[in-house]
């Protein structure tokens, strides 16, 4: 357990617990390690005298932490993180507002405005697609990206050809998808 020193942080938390714990059951009581007699004695206090126990450090108050819910919520954080730096990362290299909404759900104003805020202006309508040469390659290693995830296959294929805007390398493939 880790114990709270801070004293404002307690208060907070002691103003928490008794209005949280106020229709609790016995047994959630004691798994908080507070008795029903406390927690109606906390809740007659005054603000004053609240403060005034949140200030003494003999009384004890710590925080427990479920590590496997910790776990799944920096895991959930850790993912969030890594969508928006992808994101981003496709807004800045030339992504479509059709692919945006496609794979990030981002609308179409969004996307523009997140494209002028990040000096990606590019001239609307269609851009130039690369050689027929450089088309097949394209194609290529398309193909040979294995990841089922299509924004992990794009930024792969974007990092292959960083010289052809992430729309460009959407059009090719879809040329190509749509001969097969």
């Known amino acids: 357990m880790l114990p709270l020193l801070d004293p404002q942080v307690r208060l ?8 949280r714990l106020a ?3 016995p047994g959630d009581l004691r798994a908080a390690g507070i008795e029903n007699e406390q927690l109606a004695r906390l809740r007659e206090l005054s603000a004053l005298d609240l403060h005034r126990l949140a200030a003494m450090r003999d009384v004890r108050i710590s925080v427990a932490f479920d590590t496997g819910r910790l776990e799944a919520g920096l895991r959930a954080v850790a993912l969030i993180g890594e969508a928006k730096a992808l994101e981003a990362y496709f807004i ?18 969004a996307t523009l405005k997140r494209r002028r805020e990040c000096g990606a202006w590019r ?3 269609r851009f130039v697609l690369p050689d027929a040469a450089t088309r097949e390659r394209i194609f290529r290693a398309w193909v040979a990206i294995e990841d089922p995830s299509p924004r992990v296959r794009y930024y792969r294929l974007h990092r292959a050809f960083p010289h052809v805007a992430i729309a460009a390398l959407e059009a090719v493939v879809r ?3 749509a001969e097969e």
């Open 92 to 109: 800045s290299h030339g992504a479509s507002w059709q692919m945006m909404r496609t794979l990030f759900k981002v609308r179409r104003k």
């Open 12 to 19: 907070v938390l002691l103003n928490h617990v008794a209005a």
């Open 23 to 25: 229709g609790a059951r």
């Open 175 to 177: 040329e190509w998808e």
């Open 123 to 125: 001239a609307s309508g």
